[in-house]
């Protein structure tokens, strides 16, 4: 493509080290989408006639086809699949094809393809997305009885619903999607004609190729243009939250499949045994999504670094964008997969998290909110309660145990009806404020949930 200048052929090694095809080729579709606006507005400008625009589109059309049915072969001297494409189709039909790089770079090129296809790509992982709702949504549906003993610092703190708990993941993927949603605005800027850098002296209709294409606007400034690719940032960034969430919900189901806990049970298909312990039935896919949730960051912090004191505009070291990439969508798009899955085939052990949930302890809070309830500062009534818990541990006995008498020598506000908060329903059934977890509200949350991601 440079011949022109070059005197020397390109060292093996360069054509080695250089080559992005190998993994850029993925930007085929959207390449030749950008190829055939491009083209359309080269003909509006009579820069080429109609004749040779359906050359290049028909030319471009069936070399599409064939990468797609995997007989086309790419060729590394041709670095990337830019160059490939062109060249290719340059070889079929001649002149026309030599034409259609005019008024265009690949800089403006690869940043064009790359914002069409982090634009694909938001809409599919936002599927992905809503079907893990779903499968949490199912599950919570499915399981609506089920109640467990809410925890911080891992410590058994409050009850609330089995429900409520994969709920509060929902909302989190709900976040998620929202902020995909947004991001998209800033990817949807058509860069084309932008040029080198510094666009060009044939001045195509750059509005024209941004309406072919889906554009909301054209990009302001080529320098920019060419040089940003805070767009593929933002998007790994908002696959490593999604991350973040996965090894979040990873650690708990790792936790909830241990013998200790025992709360749910994962179905065969989704768990493998041991080569060792015959015994065993492991929850590899927490276990893999917490895992790879780090390339996730990893990914992110690669581009973060490759854009740190980049010199205006184009250098090769954007040719690093591509792989974080396509790496994130491919692990984060899996991990959606296979999890909603596996949410599919998990069952609640509901006795086992209802036993879990008669530790009496877990009324504690409770009580304190009924001698406020009584006119007692909430300080005071914490107080109270705290040394009742101690009385409980020295005397090796529980809440429900212990006589209104002896209740009374810590608080005179106590009477009978004390009692009837140490029960795991009413006590549930209290927890009404909005965005609690009664049985009411969540009730409630979930029809909201299963009609909303209906109709997405
Ligand atoms: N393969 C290159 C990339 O991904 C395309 C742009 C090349 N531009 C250049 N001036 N060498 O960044």
């Known amino acids: 493509m440079w011949k022109g200048r070059f005197k020397e052929a390109t060292s093996s090694l360069l054509t080695q080290y250089g080559e992005s095809v190998s993994f850029d080729w993925r930007l085929y579709r959207q390449d030749i989408a950008g190829s055939c606006a491009h083209a359309r507005a080269l003909e509006r400008e009579g820069i080429i006639d109609g004749k040779e625009l359906e050359q290049i589109v ?10 797609t ?6 060729d590394i001297q041709l ?12 070889r079929r039909i001649g002149d ?11 800089n403006d090129q690869v940043a064009l393809d790359l914002r069409l296809y982090c634009r694909e790509q938001t809409e599919l992982i936002t599927g992905k997305l809503r079907r893990m709702q779903g499968a949490l949504v199912n599950c919570g549906e499915k399981f609506r009885d089920a109640v467990l003993p809410g ?55 750059r509005g024209f190729i941004a309406e072919q294409l889906g554009f909301k606007t054209v990009s302001e400034n080529s320098m920019d243009a060419v040089s940003d690719r805070d767009f593929v940032a933002e998007f790994l960034f908002n696959l490593a939250m999604i991350g973040t969430h996965l090894s979040r919900l990873s650690e708990d189901m790792i936790l909830w499949c241990s013998s200790e806990f025992g709360f749910v049970t994962l179905d065969d298909a989704h768990t493998t045994g041991s080569s060792l312990m015959p015994q065993k039935k492991n929850p590899d896919i927490a276990e893999l999504t917490r895992g790879k949730s780090g390339r996730l960051y990893g990914n992110l912090m690669s581009m973060m670094t490759t854009l740190k004191g980049l010199p205006m505009t184009y250098n090769r070291d954007l040719q690093e964008d591509k792989q974080p990439l396509f790496d994130s969508i491919d692990t984060a798009s899996a991990a959606l997969e296979i999890f909603a899955e596996m949410i599919a085939g998990m069952q609640v052990n509901e006795a086992t998290t209802r036993k879990a949930c008669s530790d009496p302890m877990l009324f504690a809070t409770d009580i304190a909110d009924y001698l406020v309830k009584k006119g007692v500062p909430f300080r005071a009534a914490h107080e109270i309660v705290g040394k009742l ?10 809440f429900p145990e212990i006589e209104l008498d002896t209740y009374r020598e810590f608080s005179g506000q106590f009477d009978e009806s004390v009692f009837s908060l140490l029960e795991i329903d009413s006590a549930l059934a209290a927890r009404s404020a909005a965005g609690a977890p009664s049985p009411e509200n969540v009730k409630a949350r979930l029809t909201y949930w299963a009609g909303k991601l209906q109709g997405i």
């Open 58 to 67: 028909a030319g471009l059309e069936a070399i599409e086809r064939e990468i």
């Open 96 to 106: 026309a094809g030599a034409k259609l790089h005019t008024a265009r770079s690949r």
């Open 79 to 90: 670095e990337d699949i830019h160059m490939n494409i062109e060249a290719e189709l340059t």
């Open 151 to 205: 925890y911080t610092h891992l410590q058994r703190g409050q009850p609330v619903l089995f429900a409520h708990h994969l709920l509060a993941y929902v909302e989190m993927l709900e976040r998620d999607a929202g902020r995909l949603e947004d991001a998209r605005e800033r990817i949807n800027v058509m860069p084309l004609g932008s040029g080198a850098l510094a666009g060009s002296t044939i001045a195509l209709d």
């Open 69 to 74: 049915c995997g007989e086309f072969e790419f």
């Open 389 to 398: 818990t101690a009385h409980c541990l020295e005397k090796n006995t529980t």
